[in-house]
């Protein structure tokens, strides 16, 4: 396997890591809320959810910045300054609160609303209060909630990632073009995409490349035409689409090293996912018992 395909799957293992432990984090988190606190103030409870989900994952996220960073530096592309990926991270984390403010907000509402139906239908509220602290009815009565926190959080995690890397590309191209004052005309940069693919990501060698990932392994373009395209990630293709409201699982490539021309099939990435799956899952499983 050639060095750029390891920096592939080591850093997919990387990002199945971090997302990981960022799912596990709002578990735990959610696992402890008071059911009681949602009901008596729905709003205040979302806020408070938020806030400490920002500052629980904020390090993961800028951690990944970094190292999405460096990873991007590994397969050709332009190296970051600190200012960048700061940035970045910044960034992401105001969209991550844009976008998982609404979301938990209406699984929020909708436990309320379960309650109050509960109690319109006319269950008791002592029923309802010990459906509220039996564990598995209040498990039930969460899940919701809990499926919506996991897939934010993760979302946040790609985002950064994603974000890093579109910035790297577009600055390299940016790099590329700027007039050197020989007055020579420039050839834009071609940049080969890199199908990496998982479970998630889409498309065999018959499907088409306007929506596809895996086709267009190999193919090599302008940023321009490929922003036409759609870039890694694009919501155009078919596993962004599949992703829903989350942020798209695509995990390729664009890449100006001449090694990628080694790469002759899409790298799969399934085994470097569970990898990174496990080992935060045991990093969560230690914390535990020594807590
Ligand atoms: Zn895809
Ligand atoms: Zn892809």
Redesign the pocket.
Known sequence: MSAIEQSILRHAEEVEYMKELARQTAQQLLEDADVGEIIHDPEAFVERLLAVLLAELGPYARRLAEQAATYAEEVGLQELEAADIDRIADEAEMKFTSFATPALRDAVNAIVARIHDMAGAGVALTTIGSAVTSPAARAALIAPLLGAARRMVSSWIQFVDRDVNDTAIRMLAAADTQDDGSGDELQPLTLTWV???DRN??GDDKDLVEHF?RPRHGLGKTLEEWTALGL??SPV?E?SIRSHRGASP???LLSTDERTAEITAPVSAGDAVKRGRDRAAADVATAKKFA
């Open positions: 199908a990496v693919m990501t889409c990932c890694p990630g293709l596993c695509c995990r390729c």
